[in-house]
T-cell receptor
Framework: GESVGLHLPTLSVQEGDNSIINCAYSNSASDYFIWYKQESGKGPQFIIDIRSNMDKRQGQRVTVLLNKTVKHLSLQIAATQPGDSAVYFCAENDRMEDSSYKLIFGSGTRLLVRP | GAVVSQHPSRVICKSGTSVKIECRSL??????MFWYRQFPKQSLMLMAT?????????EQGVEKDKFLINHASLTLSTLTVTSAHPEDSSFYIC???????????FGDGTRLSIL
């Protein structure tokens, strides 16, 4: 089936620098995407979402960019902090054959913040 | 807002025991709840989808008699792992969603260890 995938499994950044986590998706019909942060031993935490009628959305220190032409999604974290260290998943809200909606998760990127 | 509570956070029990995990949406009505399983360093694997007042829909390969799901109200879903064995040891995570075009919000997971 179609899937959402990531280019980099691990990203190491210096504290204070900006981080960019990338995600490629294959279903051109997808119209809703979500980024989650998962800390060790916890469930995924919603960070930010974007719909296909937008190409950019900003939150607090985070920005999500959507490029529908190349089916690419990215999460930018400004001034990365130690508390940002976690695994980040992109997810695509996919419509199934039975018309239900399910999340298709990428494989995840581990972000390590160096002090 | 959008808080999902999952209980217990950790269970250690003997083989053959049945274990019940609760998932509650605390500040919104969850028309749909989801149950996932996550193996170490892997993404989330959807086990089943449950809609309030109806039978759960299980993903291919998930035994419905092994993993009993009940979604009795708009704020509570339970997963019962029946006659658990060591191979059922895993991290189980629930999520809840208000509407199809809204993000899923996750609980903090249950670490199940079967001895």
């Amino acid at each position: 089936g179609e899937s959402v995938g990531l280019h980099l499994p691990t990203l190491s950044v210096q504290e204070g620098d900006n981080s960019i986590i990338n995600c490629a998706y294959s279903n051109s019909a997808s119209d809703y995407f979500i980024w989650y942060k998962q800390e060790s031993g916890k469930g995924p935490q919603f960070i930010i979402d974007i719909r296909s009628n937008m190409d950019k959305r900003q939150g607090q220190r985070v920005t999500v960019l959507l490029n529908k032409t190349v089916k690419h999604l990215s999460l930018q974290i400004a001034a990365t902090q130690p508390g940002d260290s976690a695994v980040y998943f992109c997810a695509e809200n996919d419509r199934m054959e039975d018309s239900s909606y399910k999340l298709i998760f990428g494989s995840g990127t581990r972000l390590l913040v160096r002090p | 807002g959008a808080v999902v509570s999952q209980h217990p956070s950790r269970v250690i029990c003997k083989s053959g025991t049945s274990v019940k995990i609760e998932c509650r949406s605390l500040d919104f009505q969850a028309t749909t709840m989801f149950w996932y399983r996550q193996f170490p360093k892997q993404s989330l694997m959807l086990m089943a989808t449950s809609n309030e007042g109806s039978k759960a829909t299980y993903e291919q390969g998930v035994e419905k008699d092994k993993f009993l799901i009940n979604h009795a109200s708009l704020t509570l879903s339970t997963l019962t792992v029946t006659s658990a064995h060591p191979e059922d040891s895993s991290f189980y995570i629930c999520s809840a969603r208000y509407r199809e075009d809204q993000p899923q919000h996750f609980g903090d997971g249950t670490r199940l260890s079967i001895l």
